[in-house]
Nanobody
């Protein structure tokens, strides 16, 4: 089993920044890819960003390109999502996930965290 624990969520005003962290523990084995997804009330879970195991390959949703940056620390089994210039539309629960490849679809990921709330006020 793999456990993923997110942290760093909170409430900010538009234009502000937050940094999310996701720590993996348990039988992590070799982690091929990690992803961030988000889900707003009444909406489907959507892809935000993903990174491969060595950080050489990253993928971002168009809605966050240029504002969000995903990075990882293999030694700590932790990935981060730096979110700048936040907008009210970014309000959602953010989920960390472990996957087999860098792809923008939920089916490519097999373990999920519990999520952390991000709220951006106008």
């Amino acid at each position: 089993q793999v456990q993923l624990v997110e942290s760093g969520g909170g409430s900010v005003q538009a234009g502000g920044s937050l940094r999310l962290s996701c720590a993996a523990s348990g039988r992590t084995g070799r982690i091929y890819a990690m992803g961030w997804f988000r889900q707003a009330p009444g909406k489907e879970r959507e892809f935000v960003a993903a990174i491969n195991w060595n950080g050489a390959n990253t993928l971002y949703a168009d809605a966050v390109k240029g504002r969000f940056t995903m990075s990882g620390d293999n030694a700590k089994n932790t990935v981060y999502l730096q979110m700048n210039n936040l907008k009210p539309a970014d309000t959602a629960v953010y989920y960390c996930s472990r996957g087999t490849t860098v792809r923008p679809i939920t089916s490519a990921y097999d373990y999920w965290g519990q999520g952390t709330q991000v709220t951006v006020s106008p």
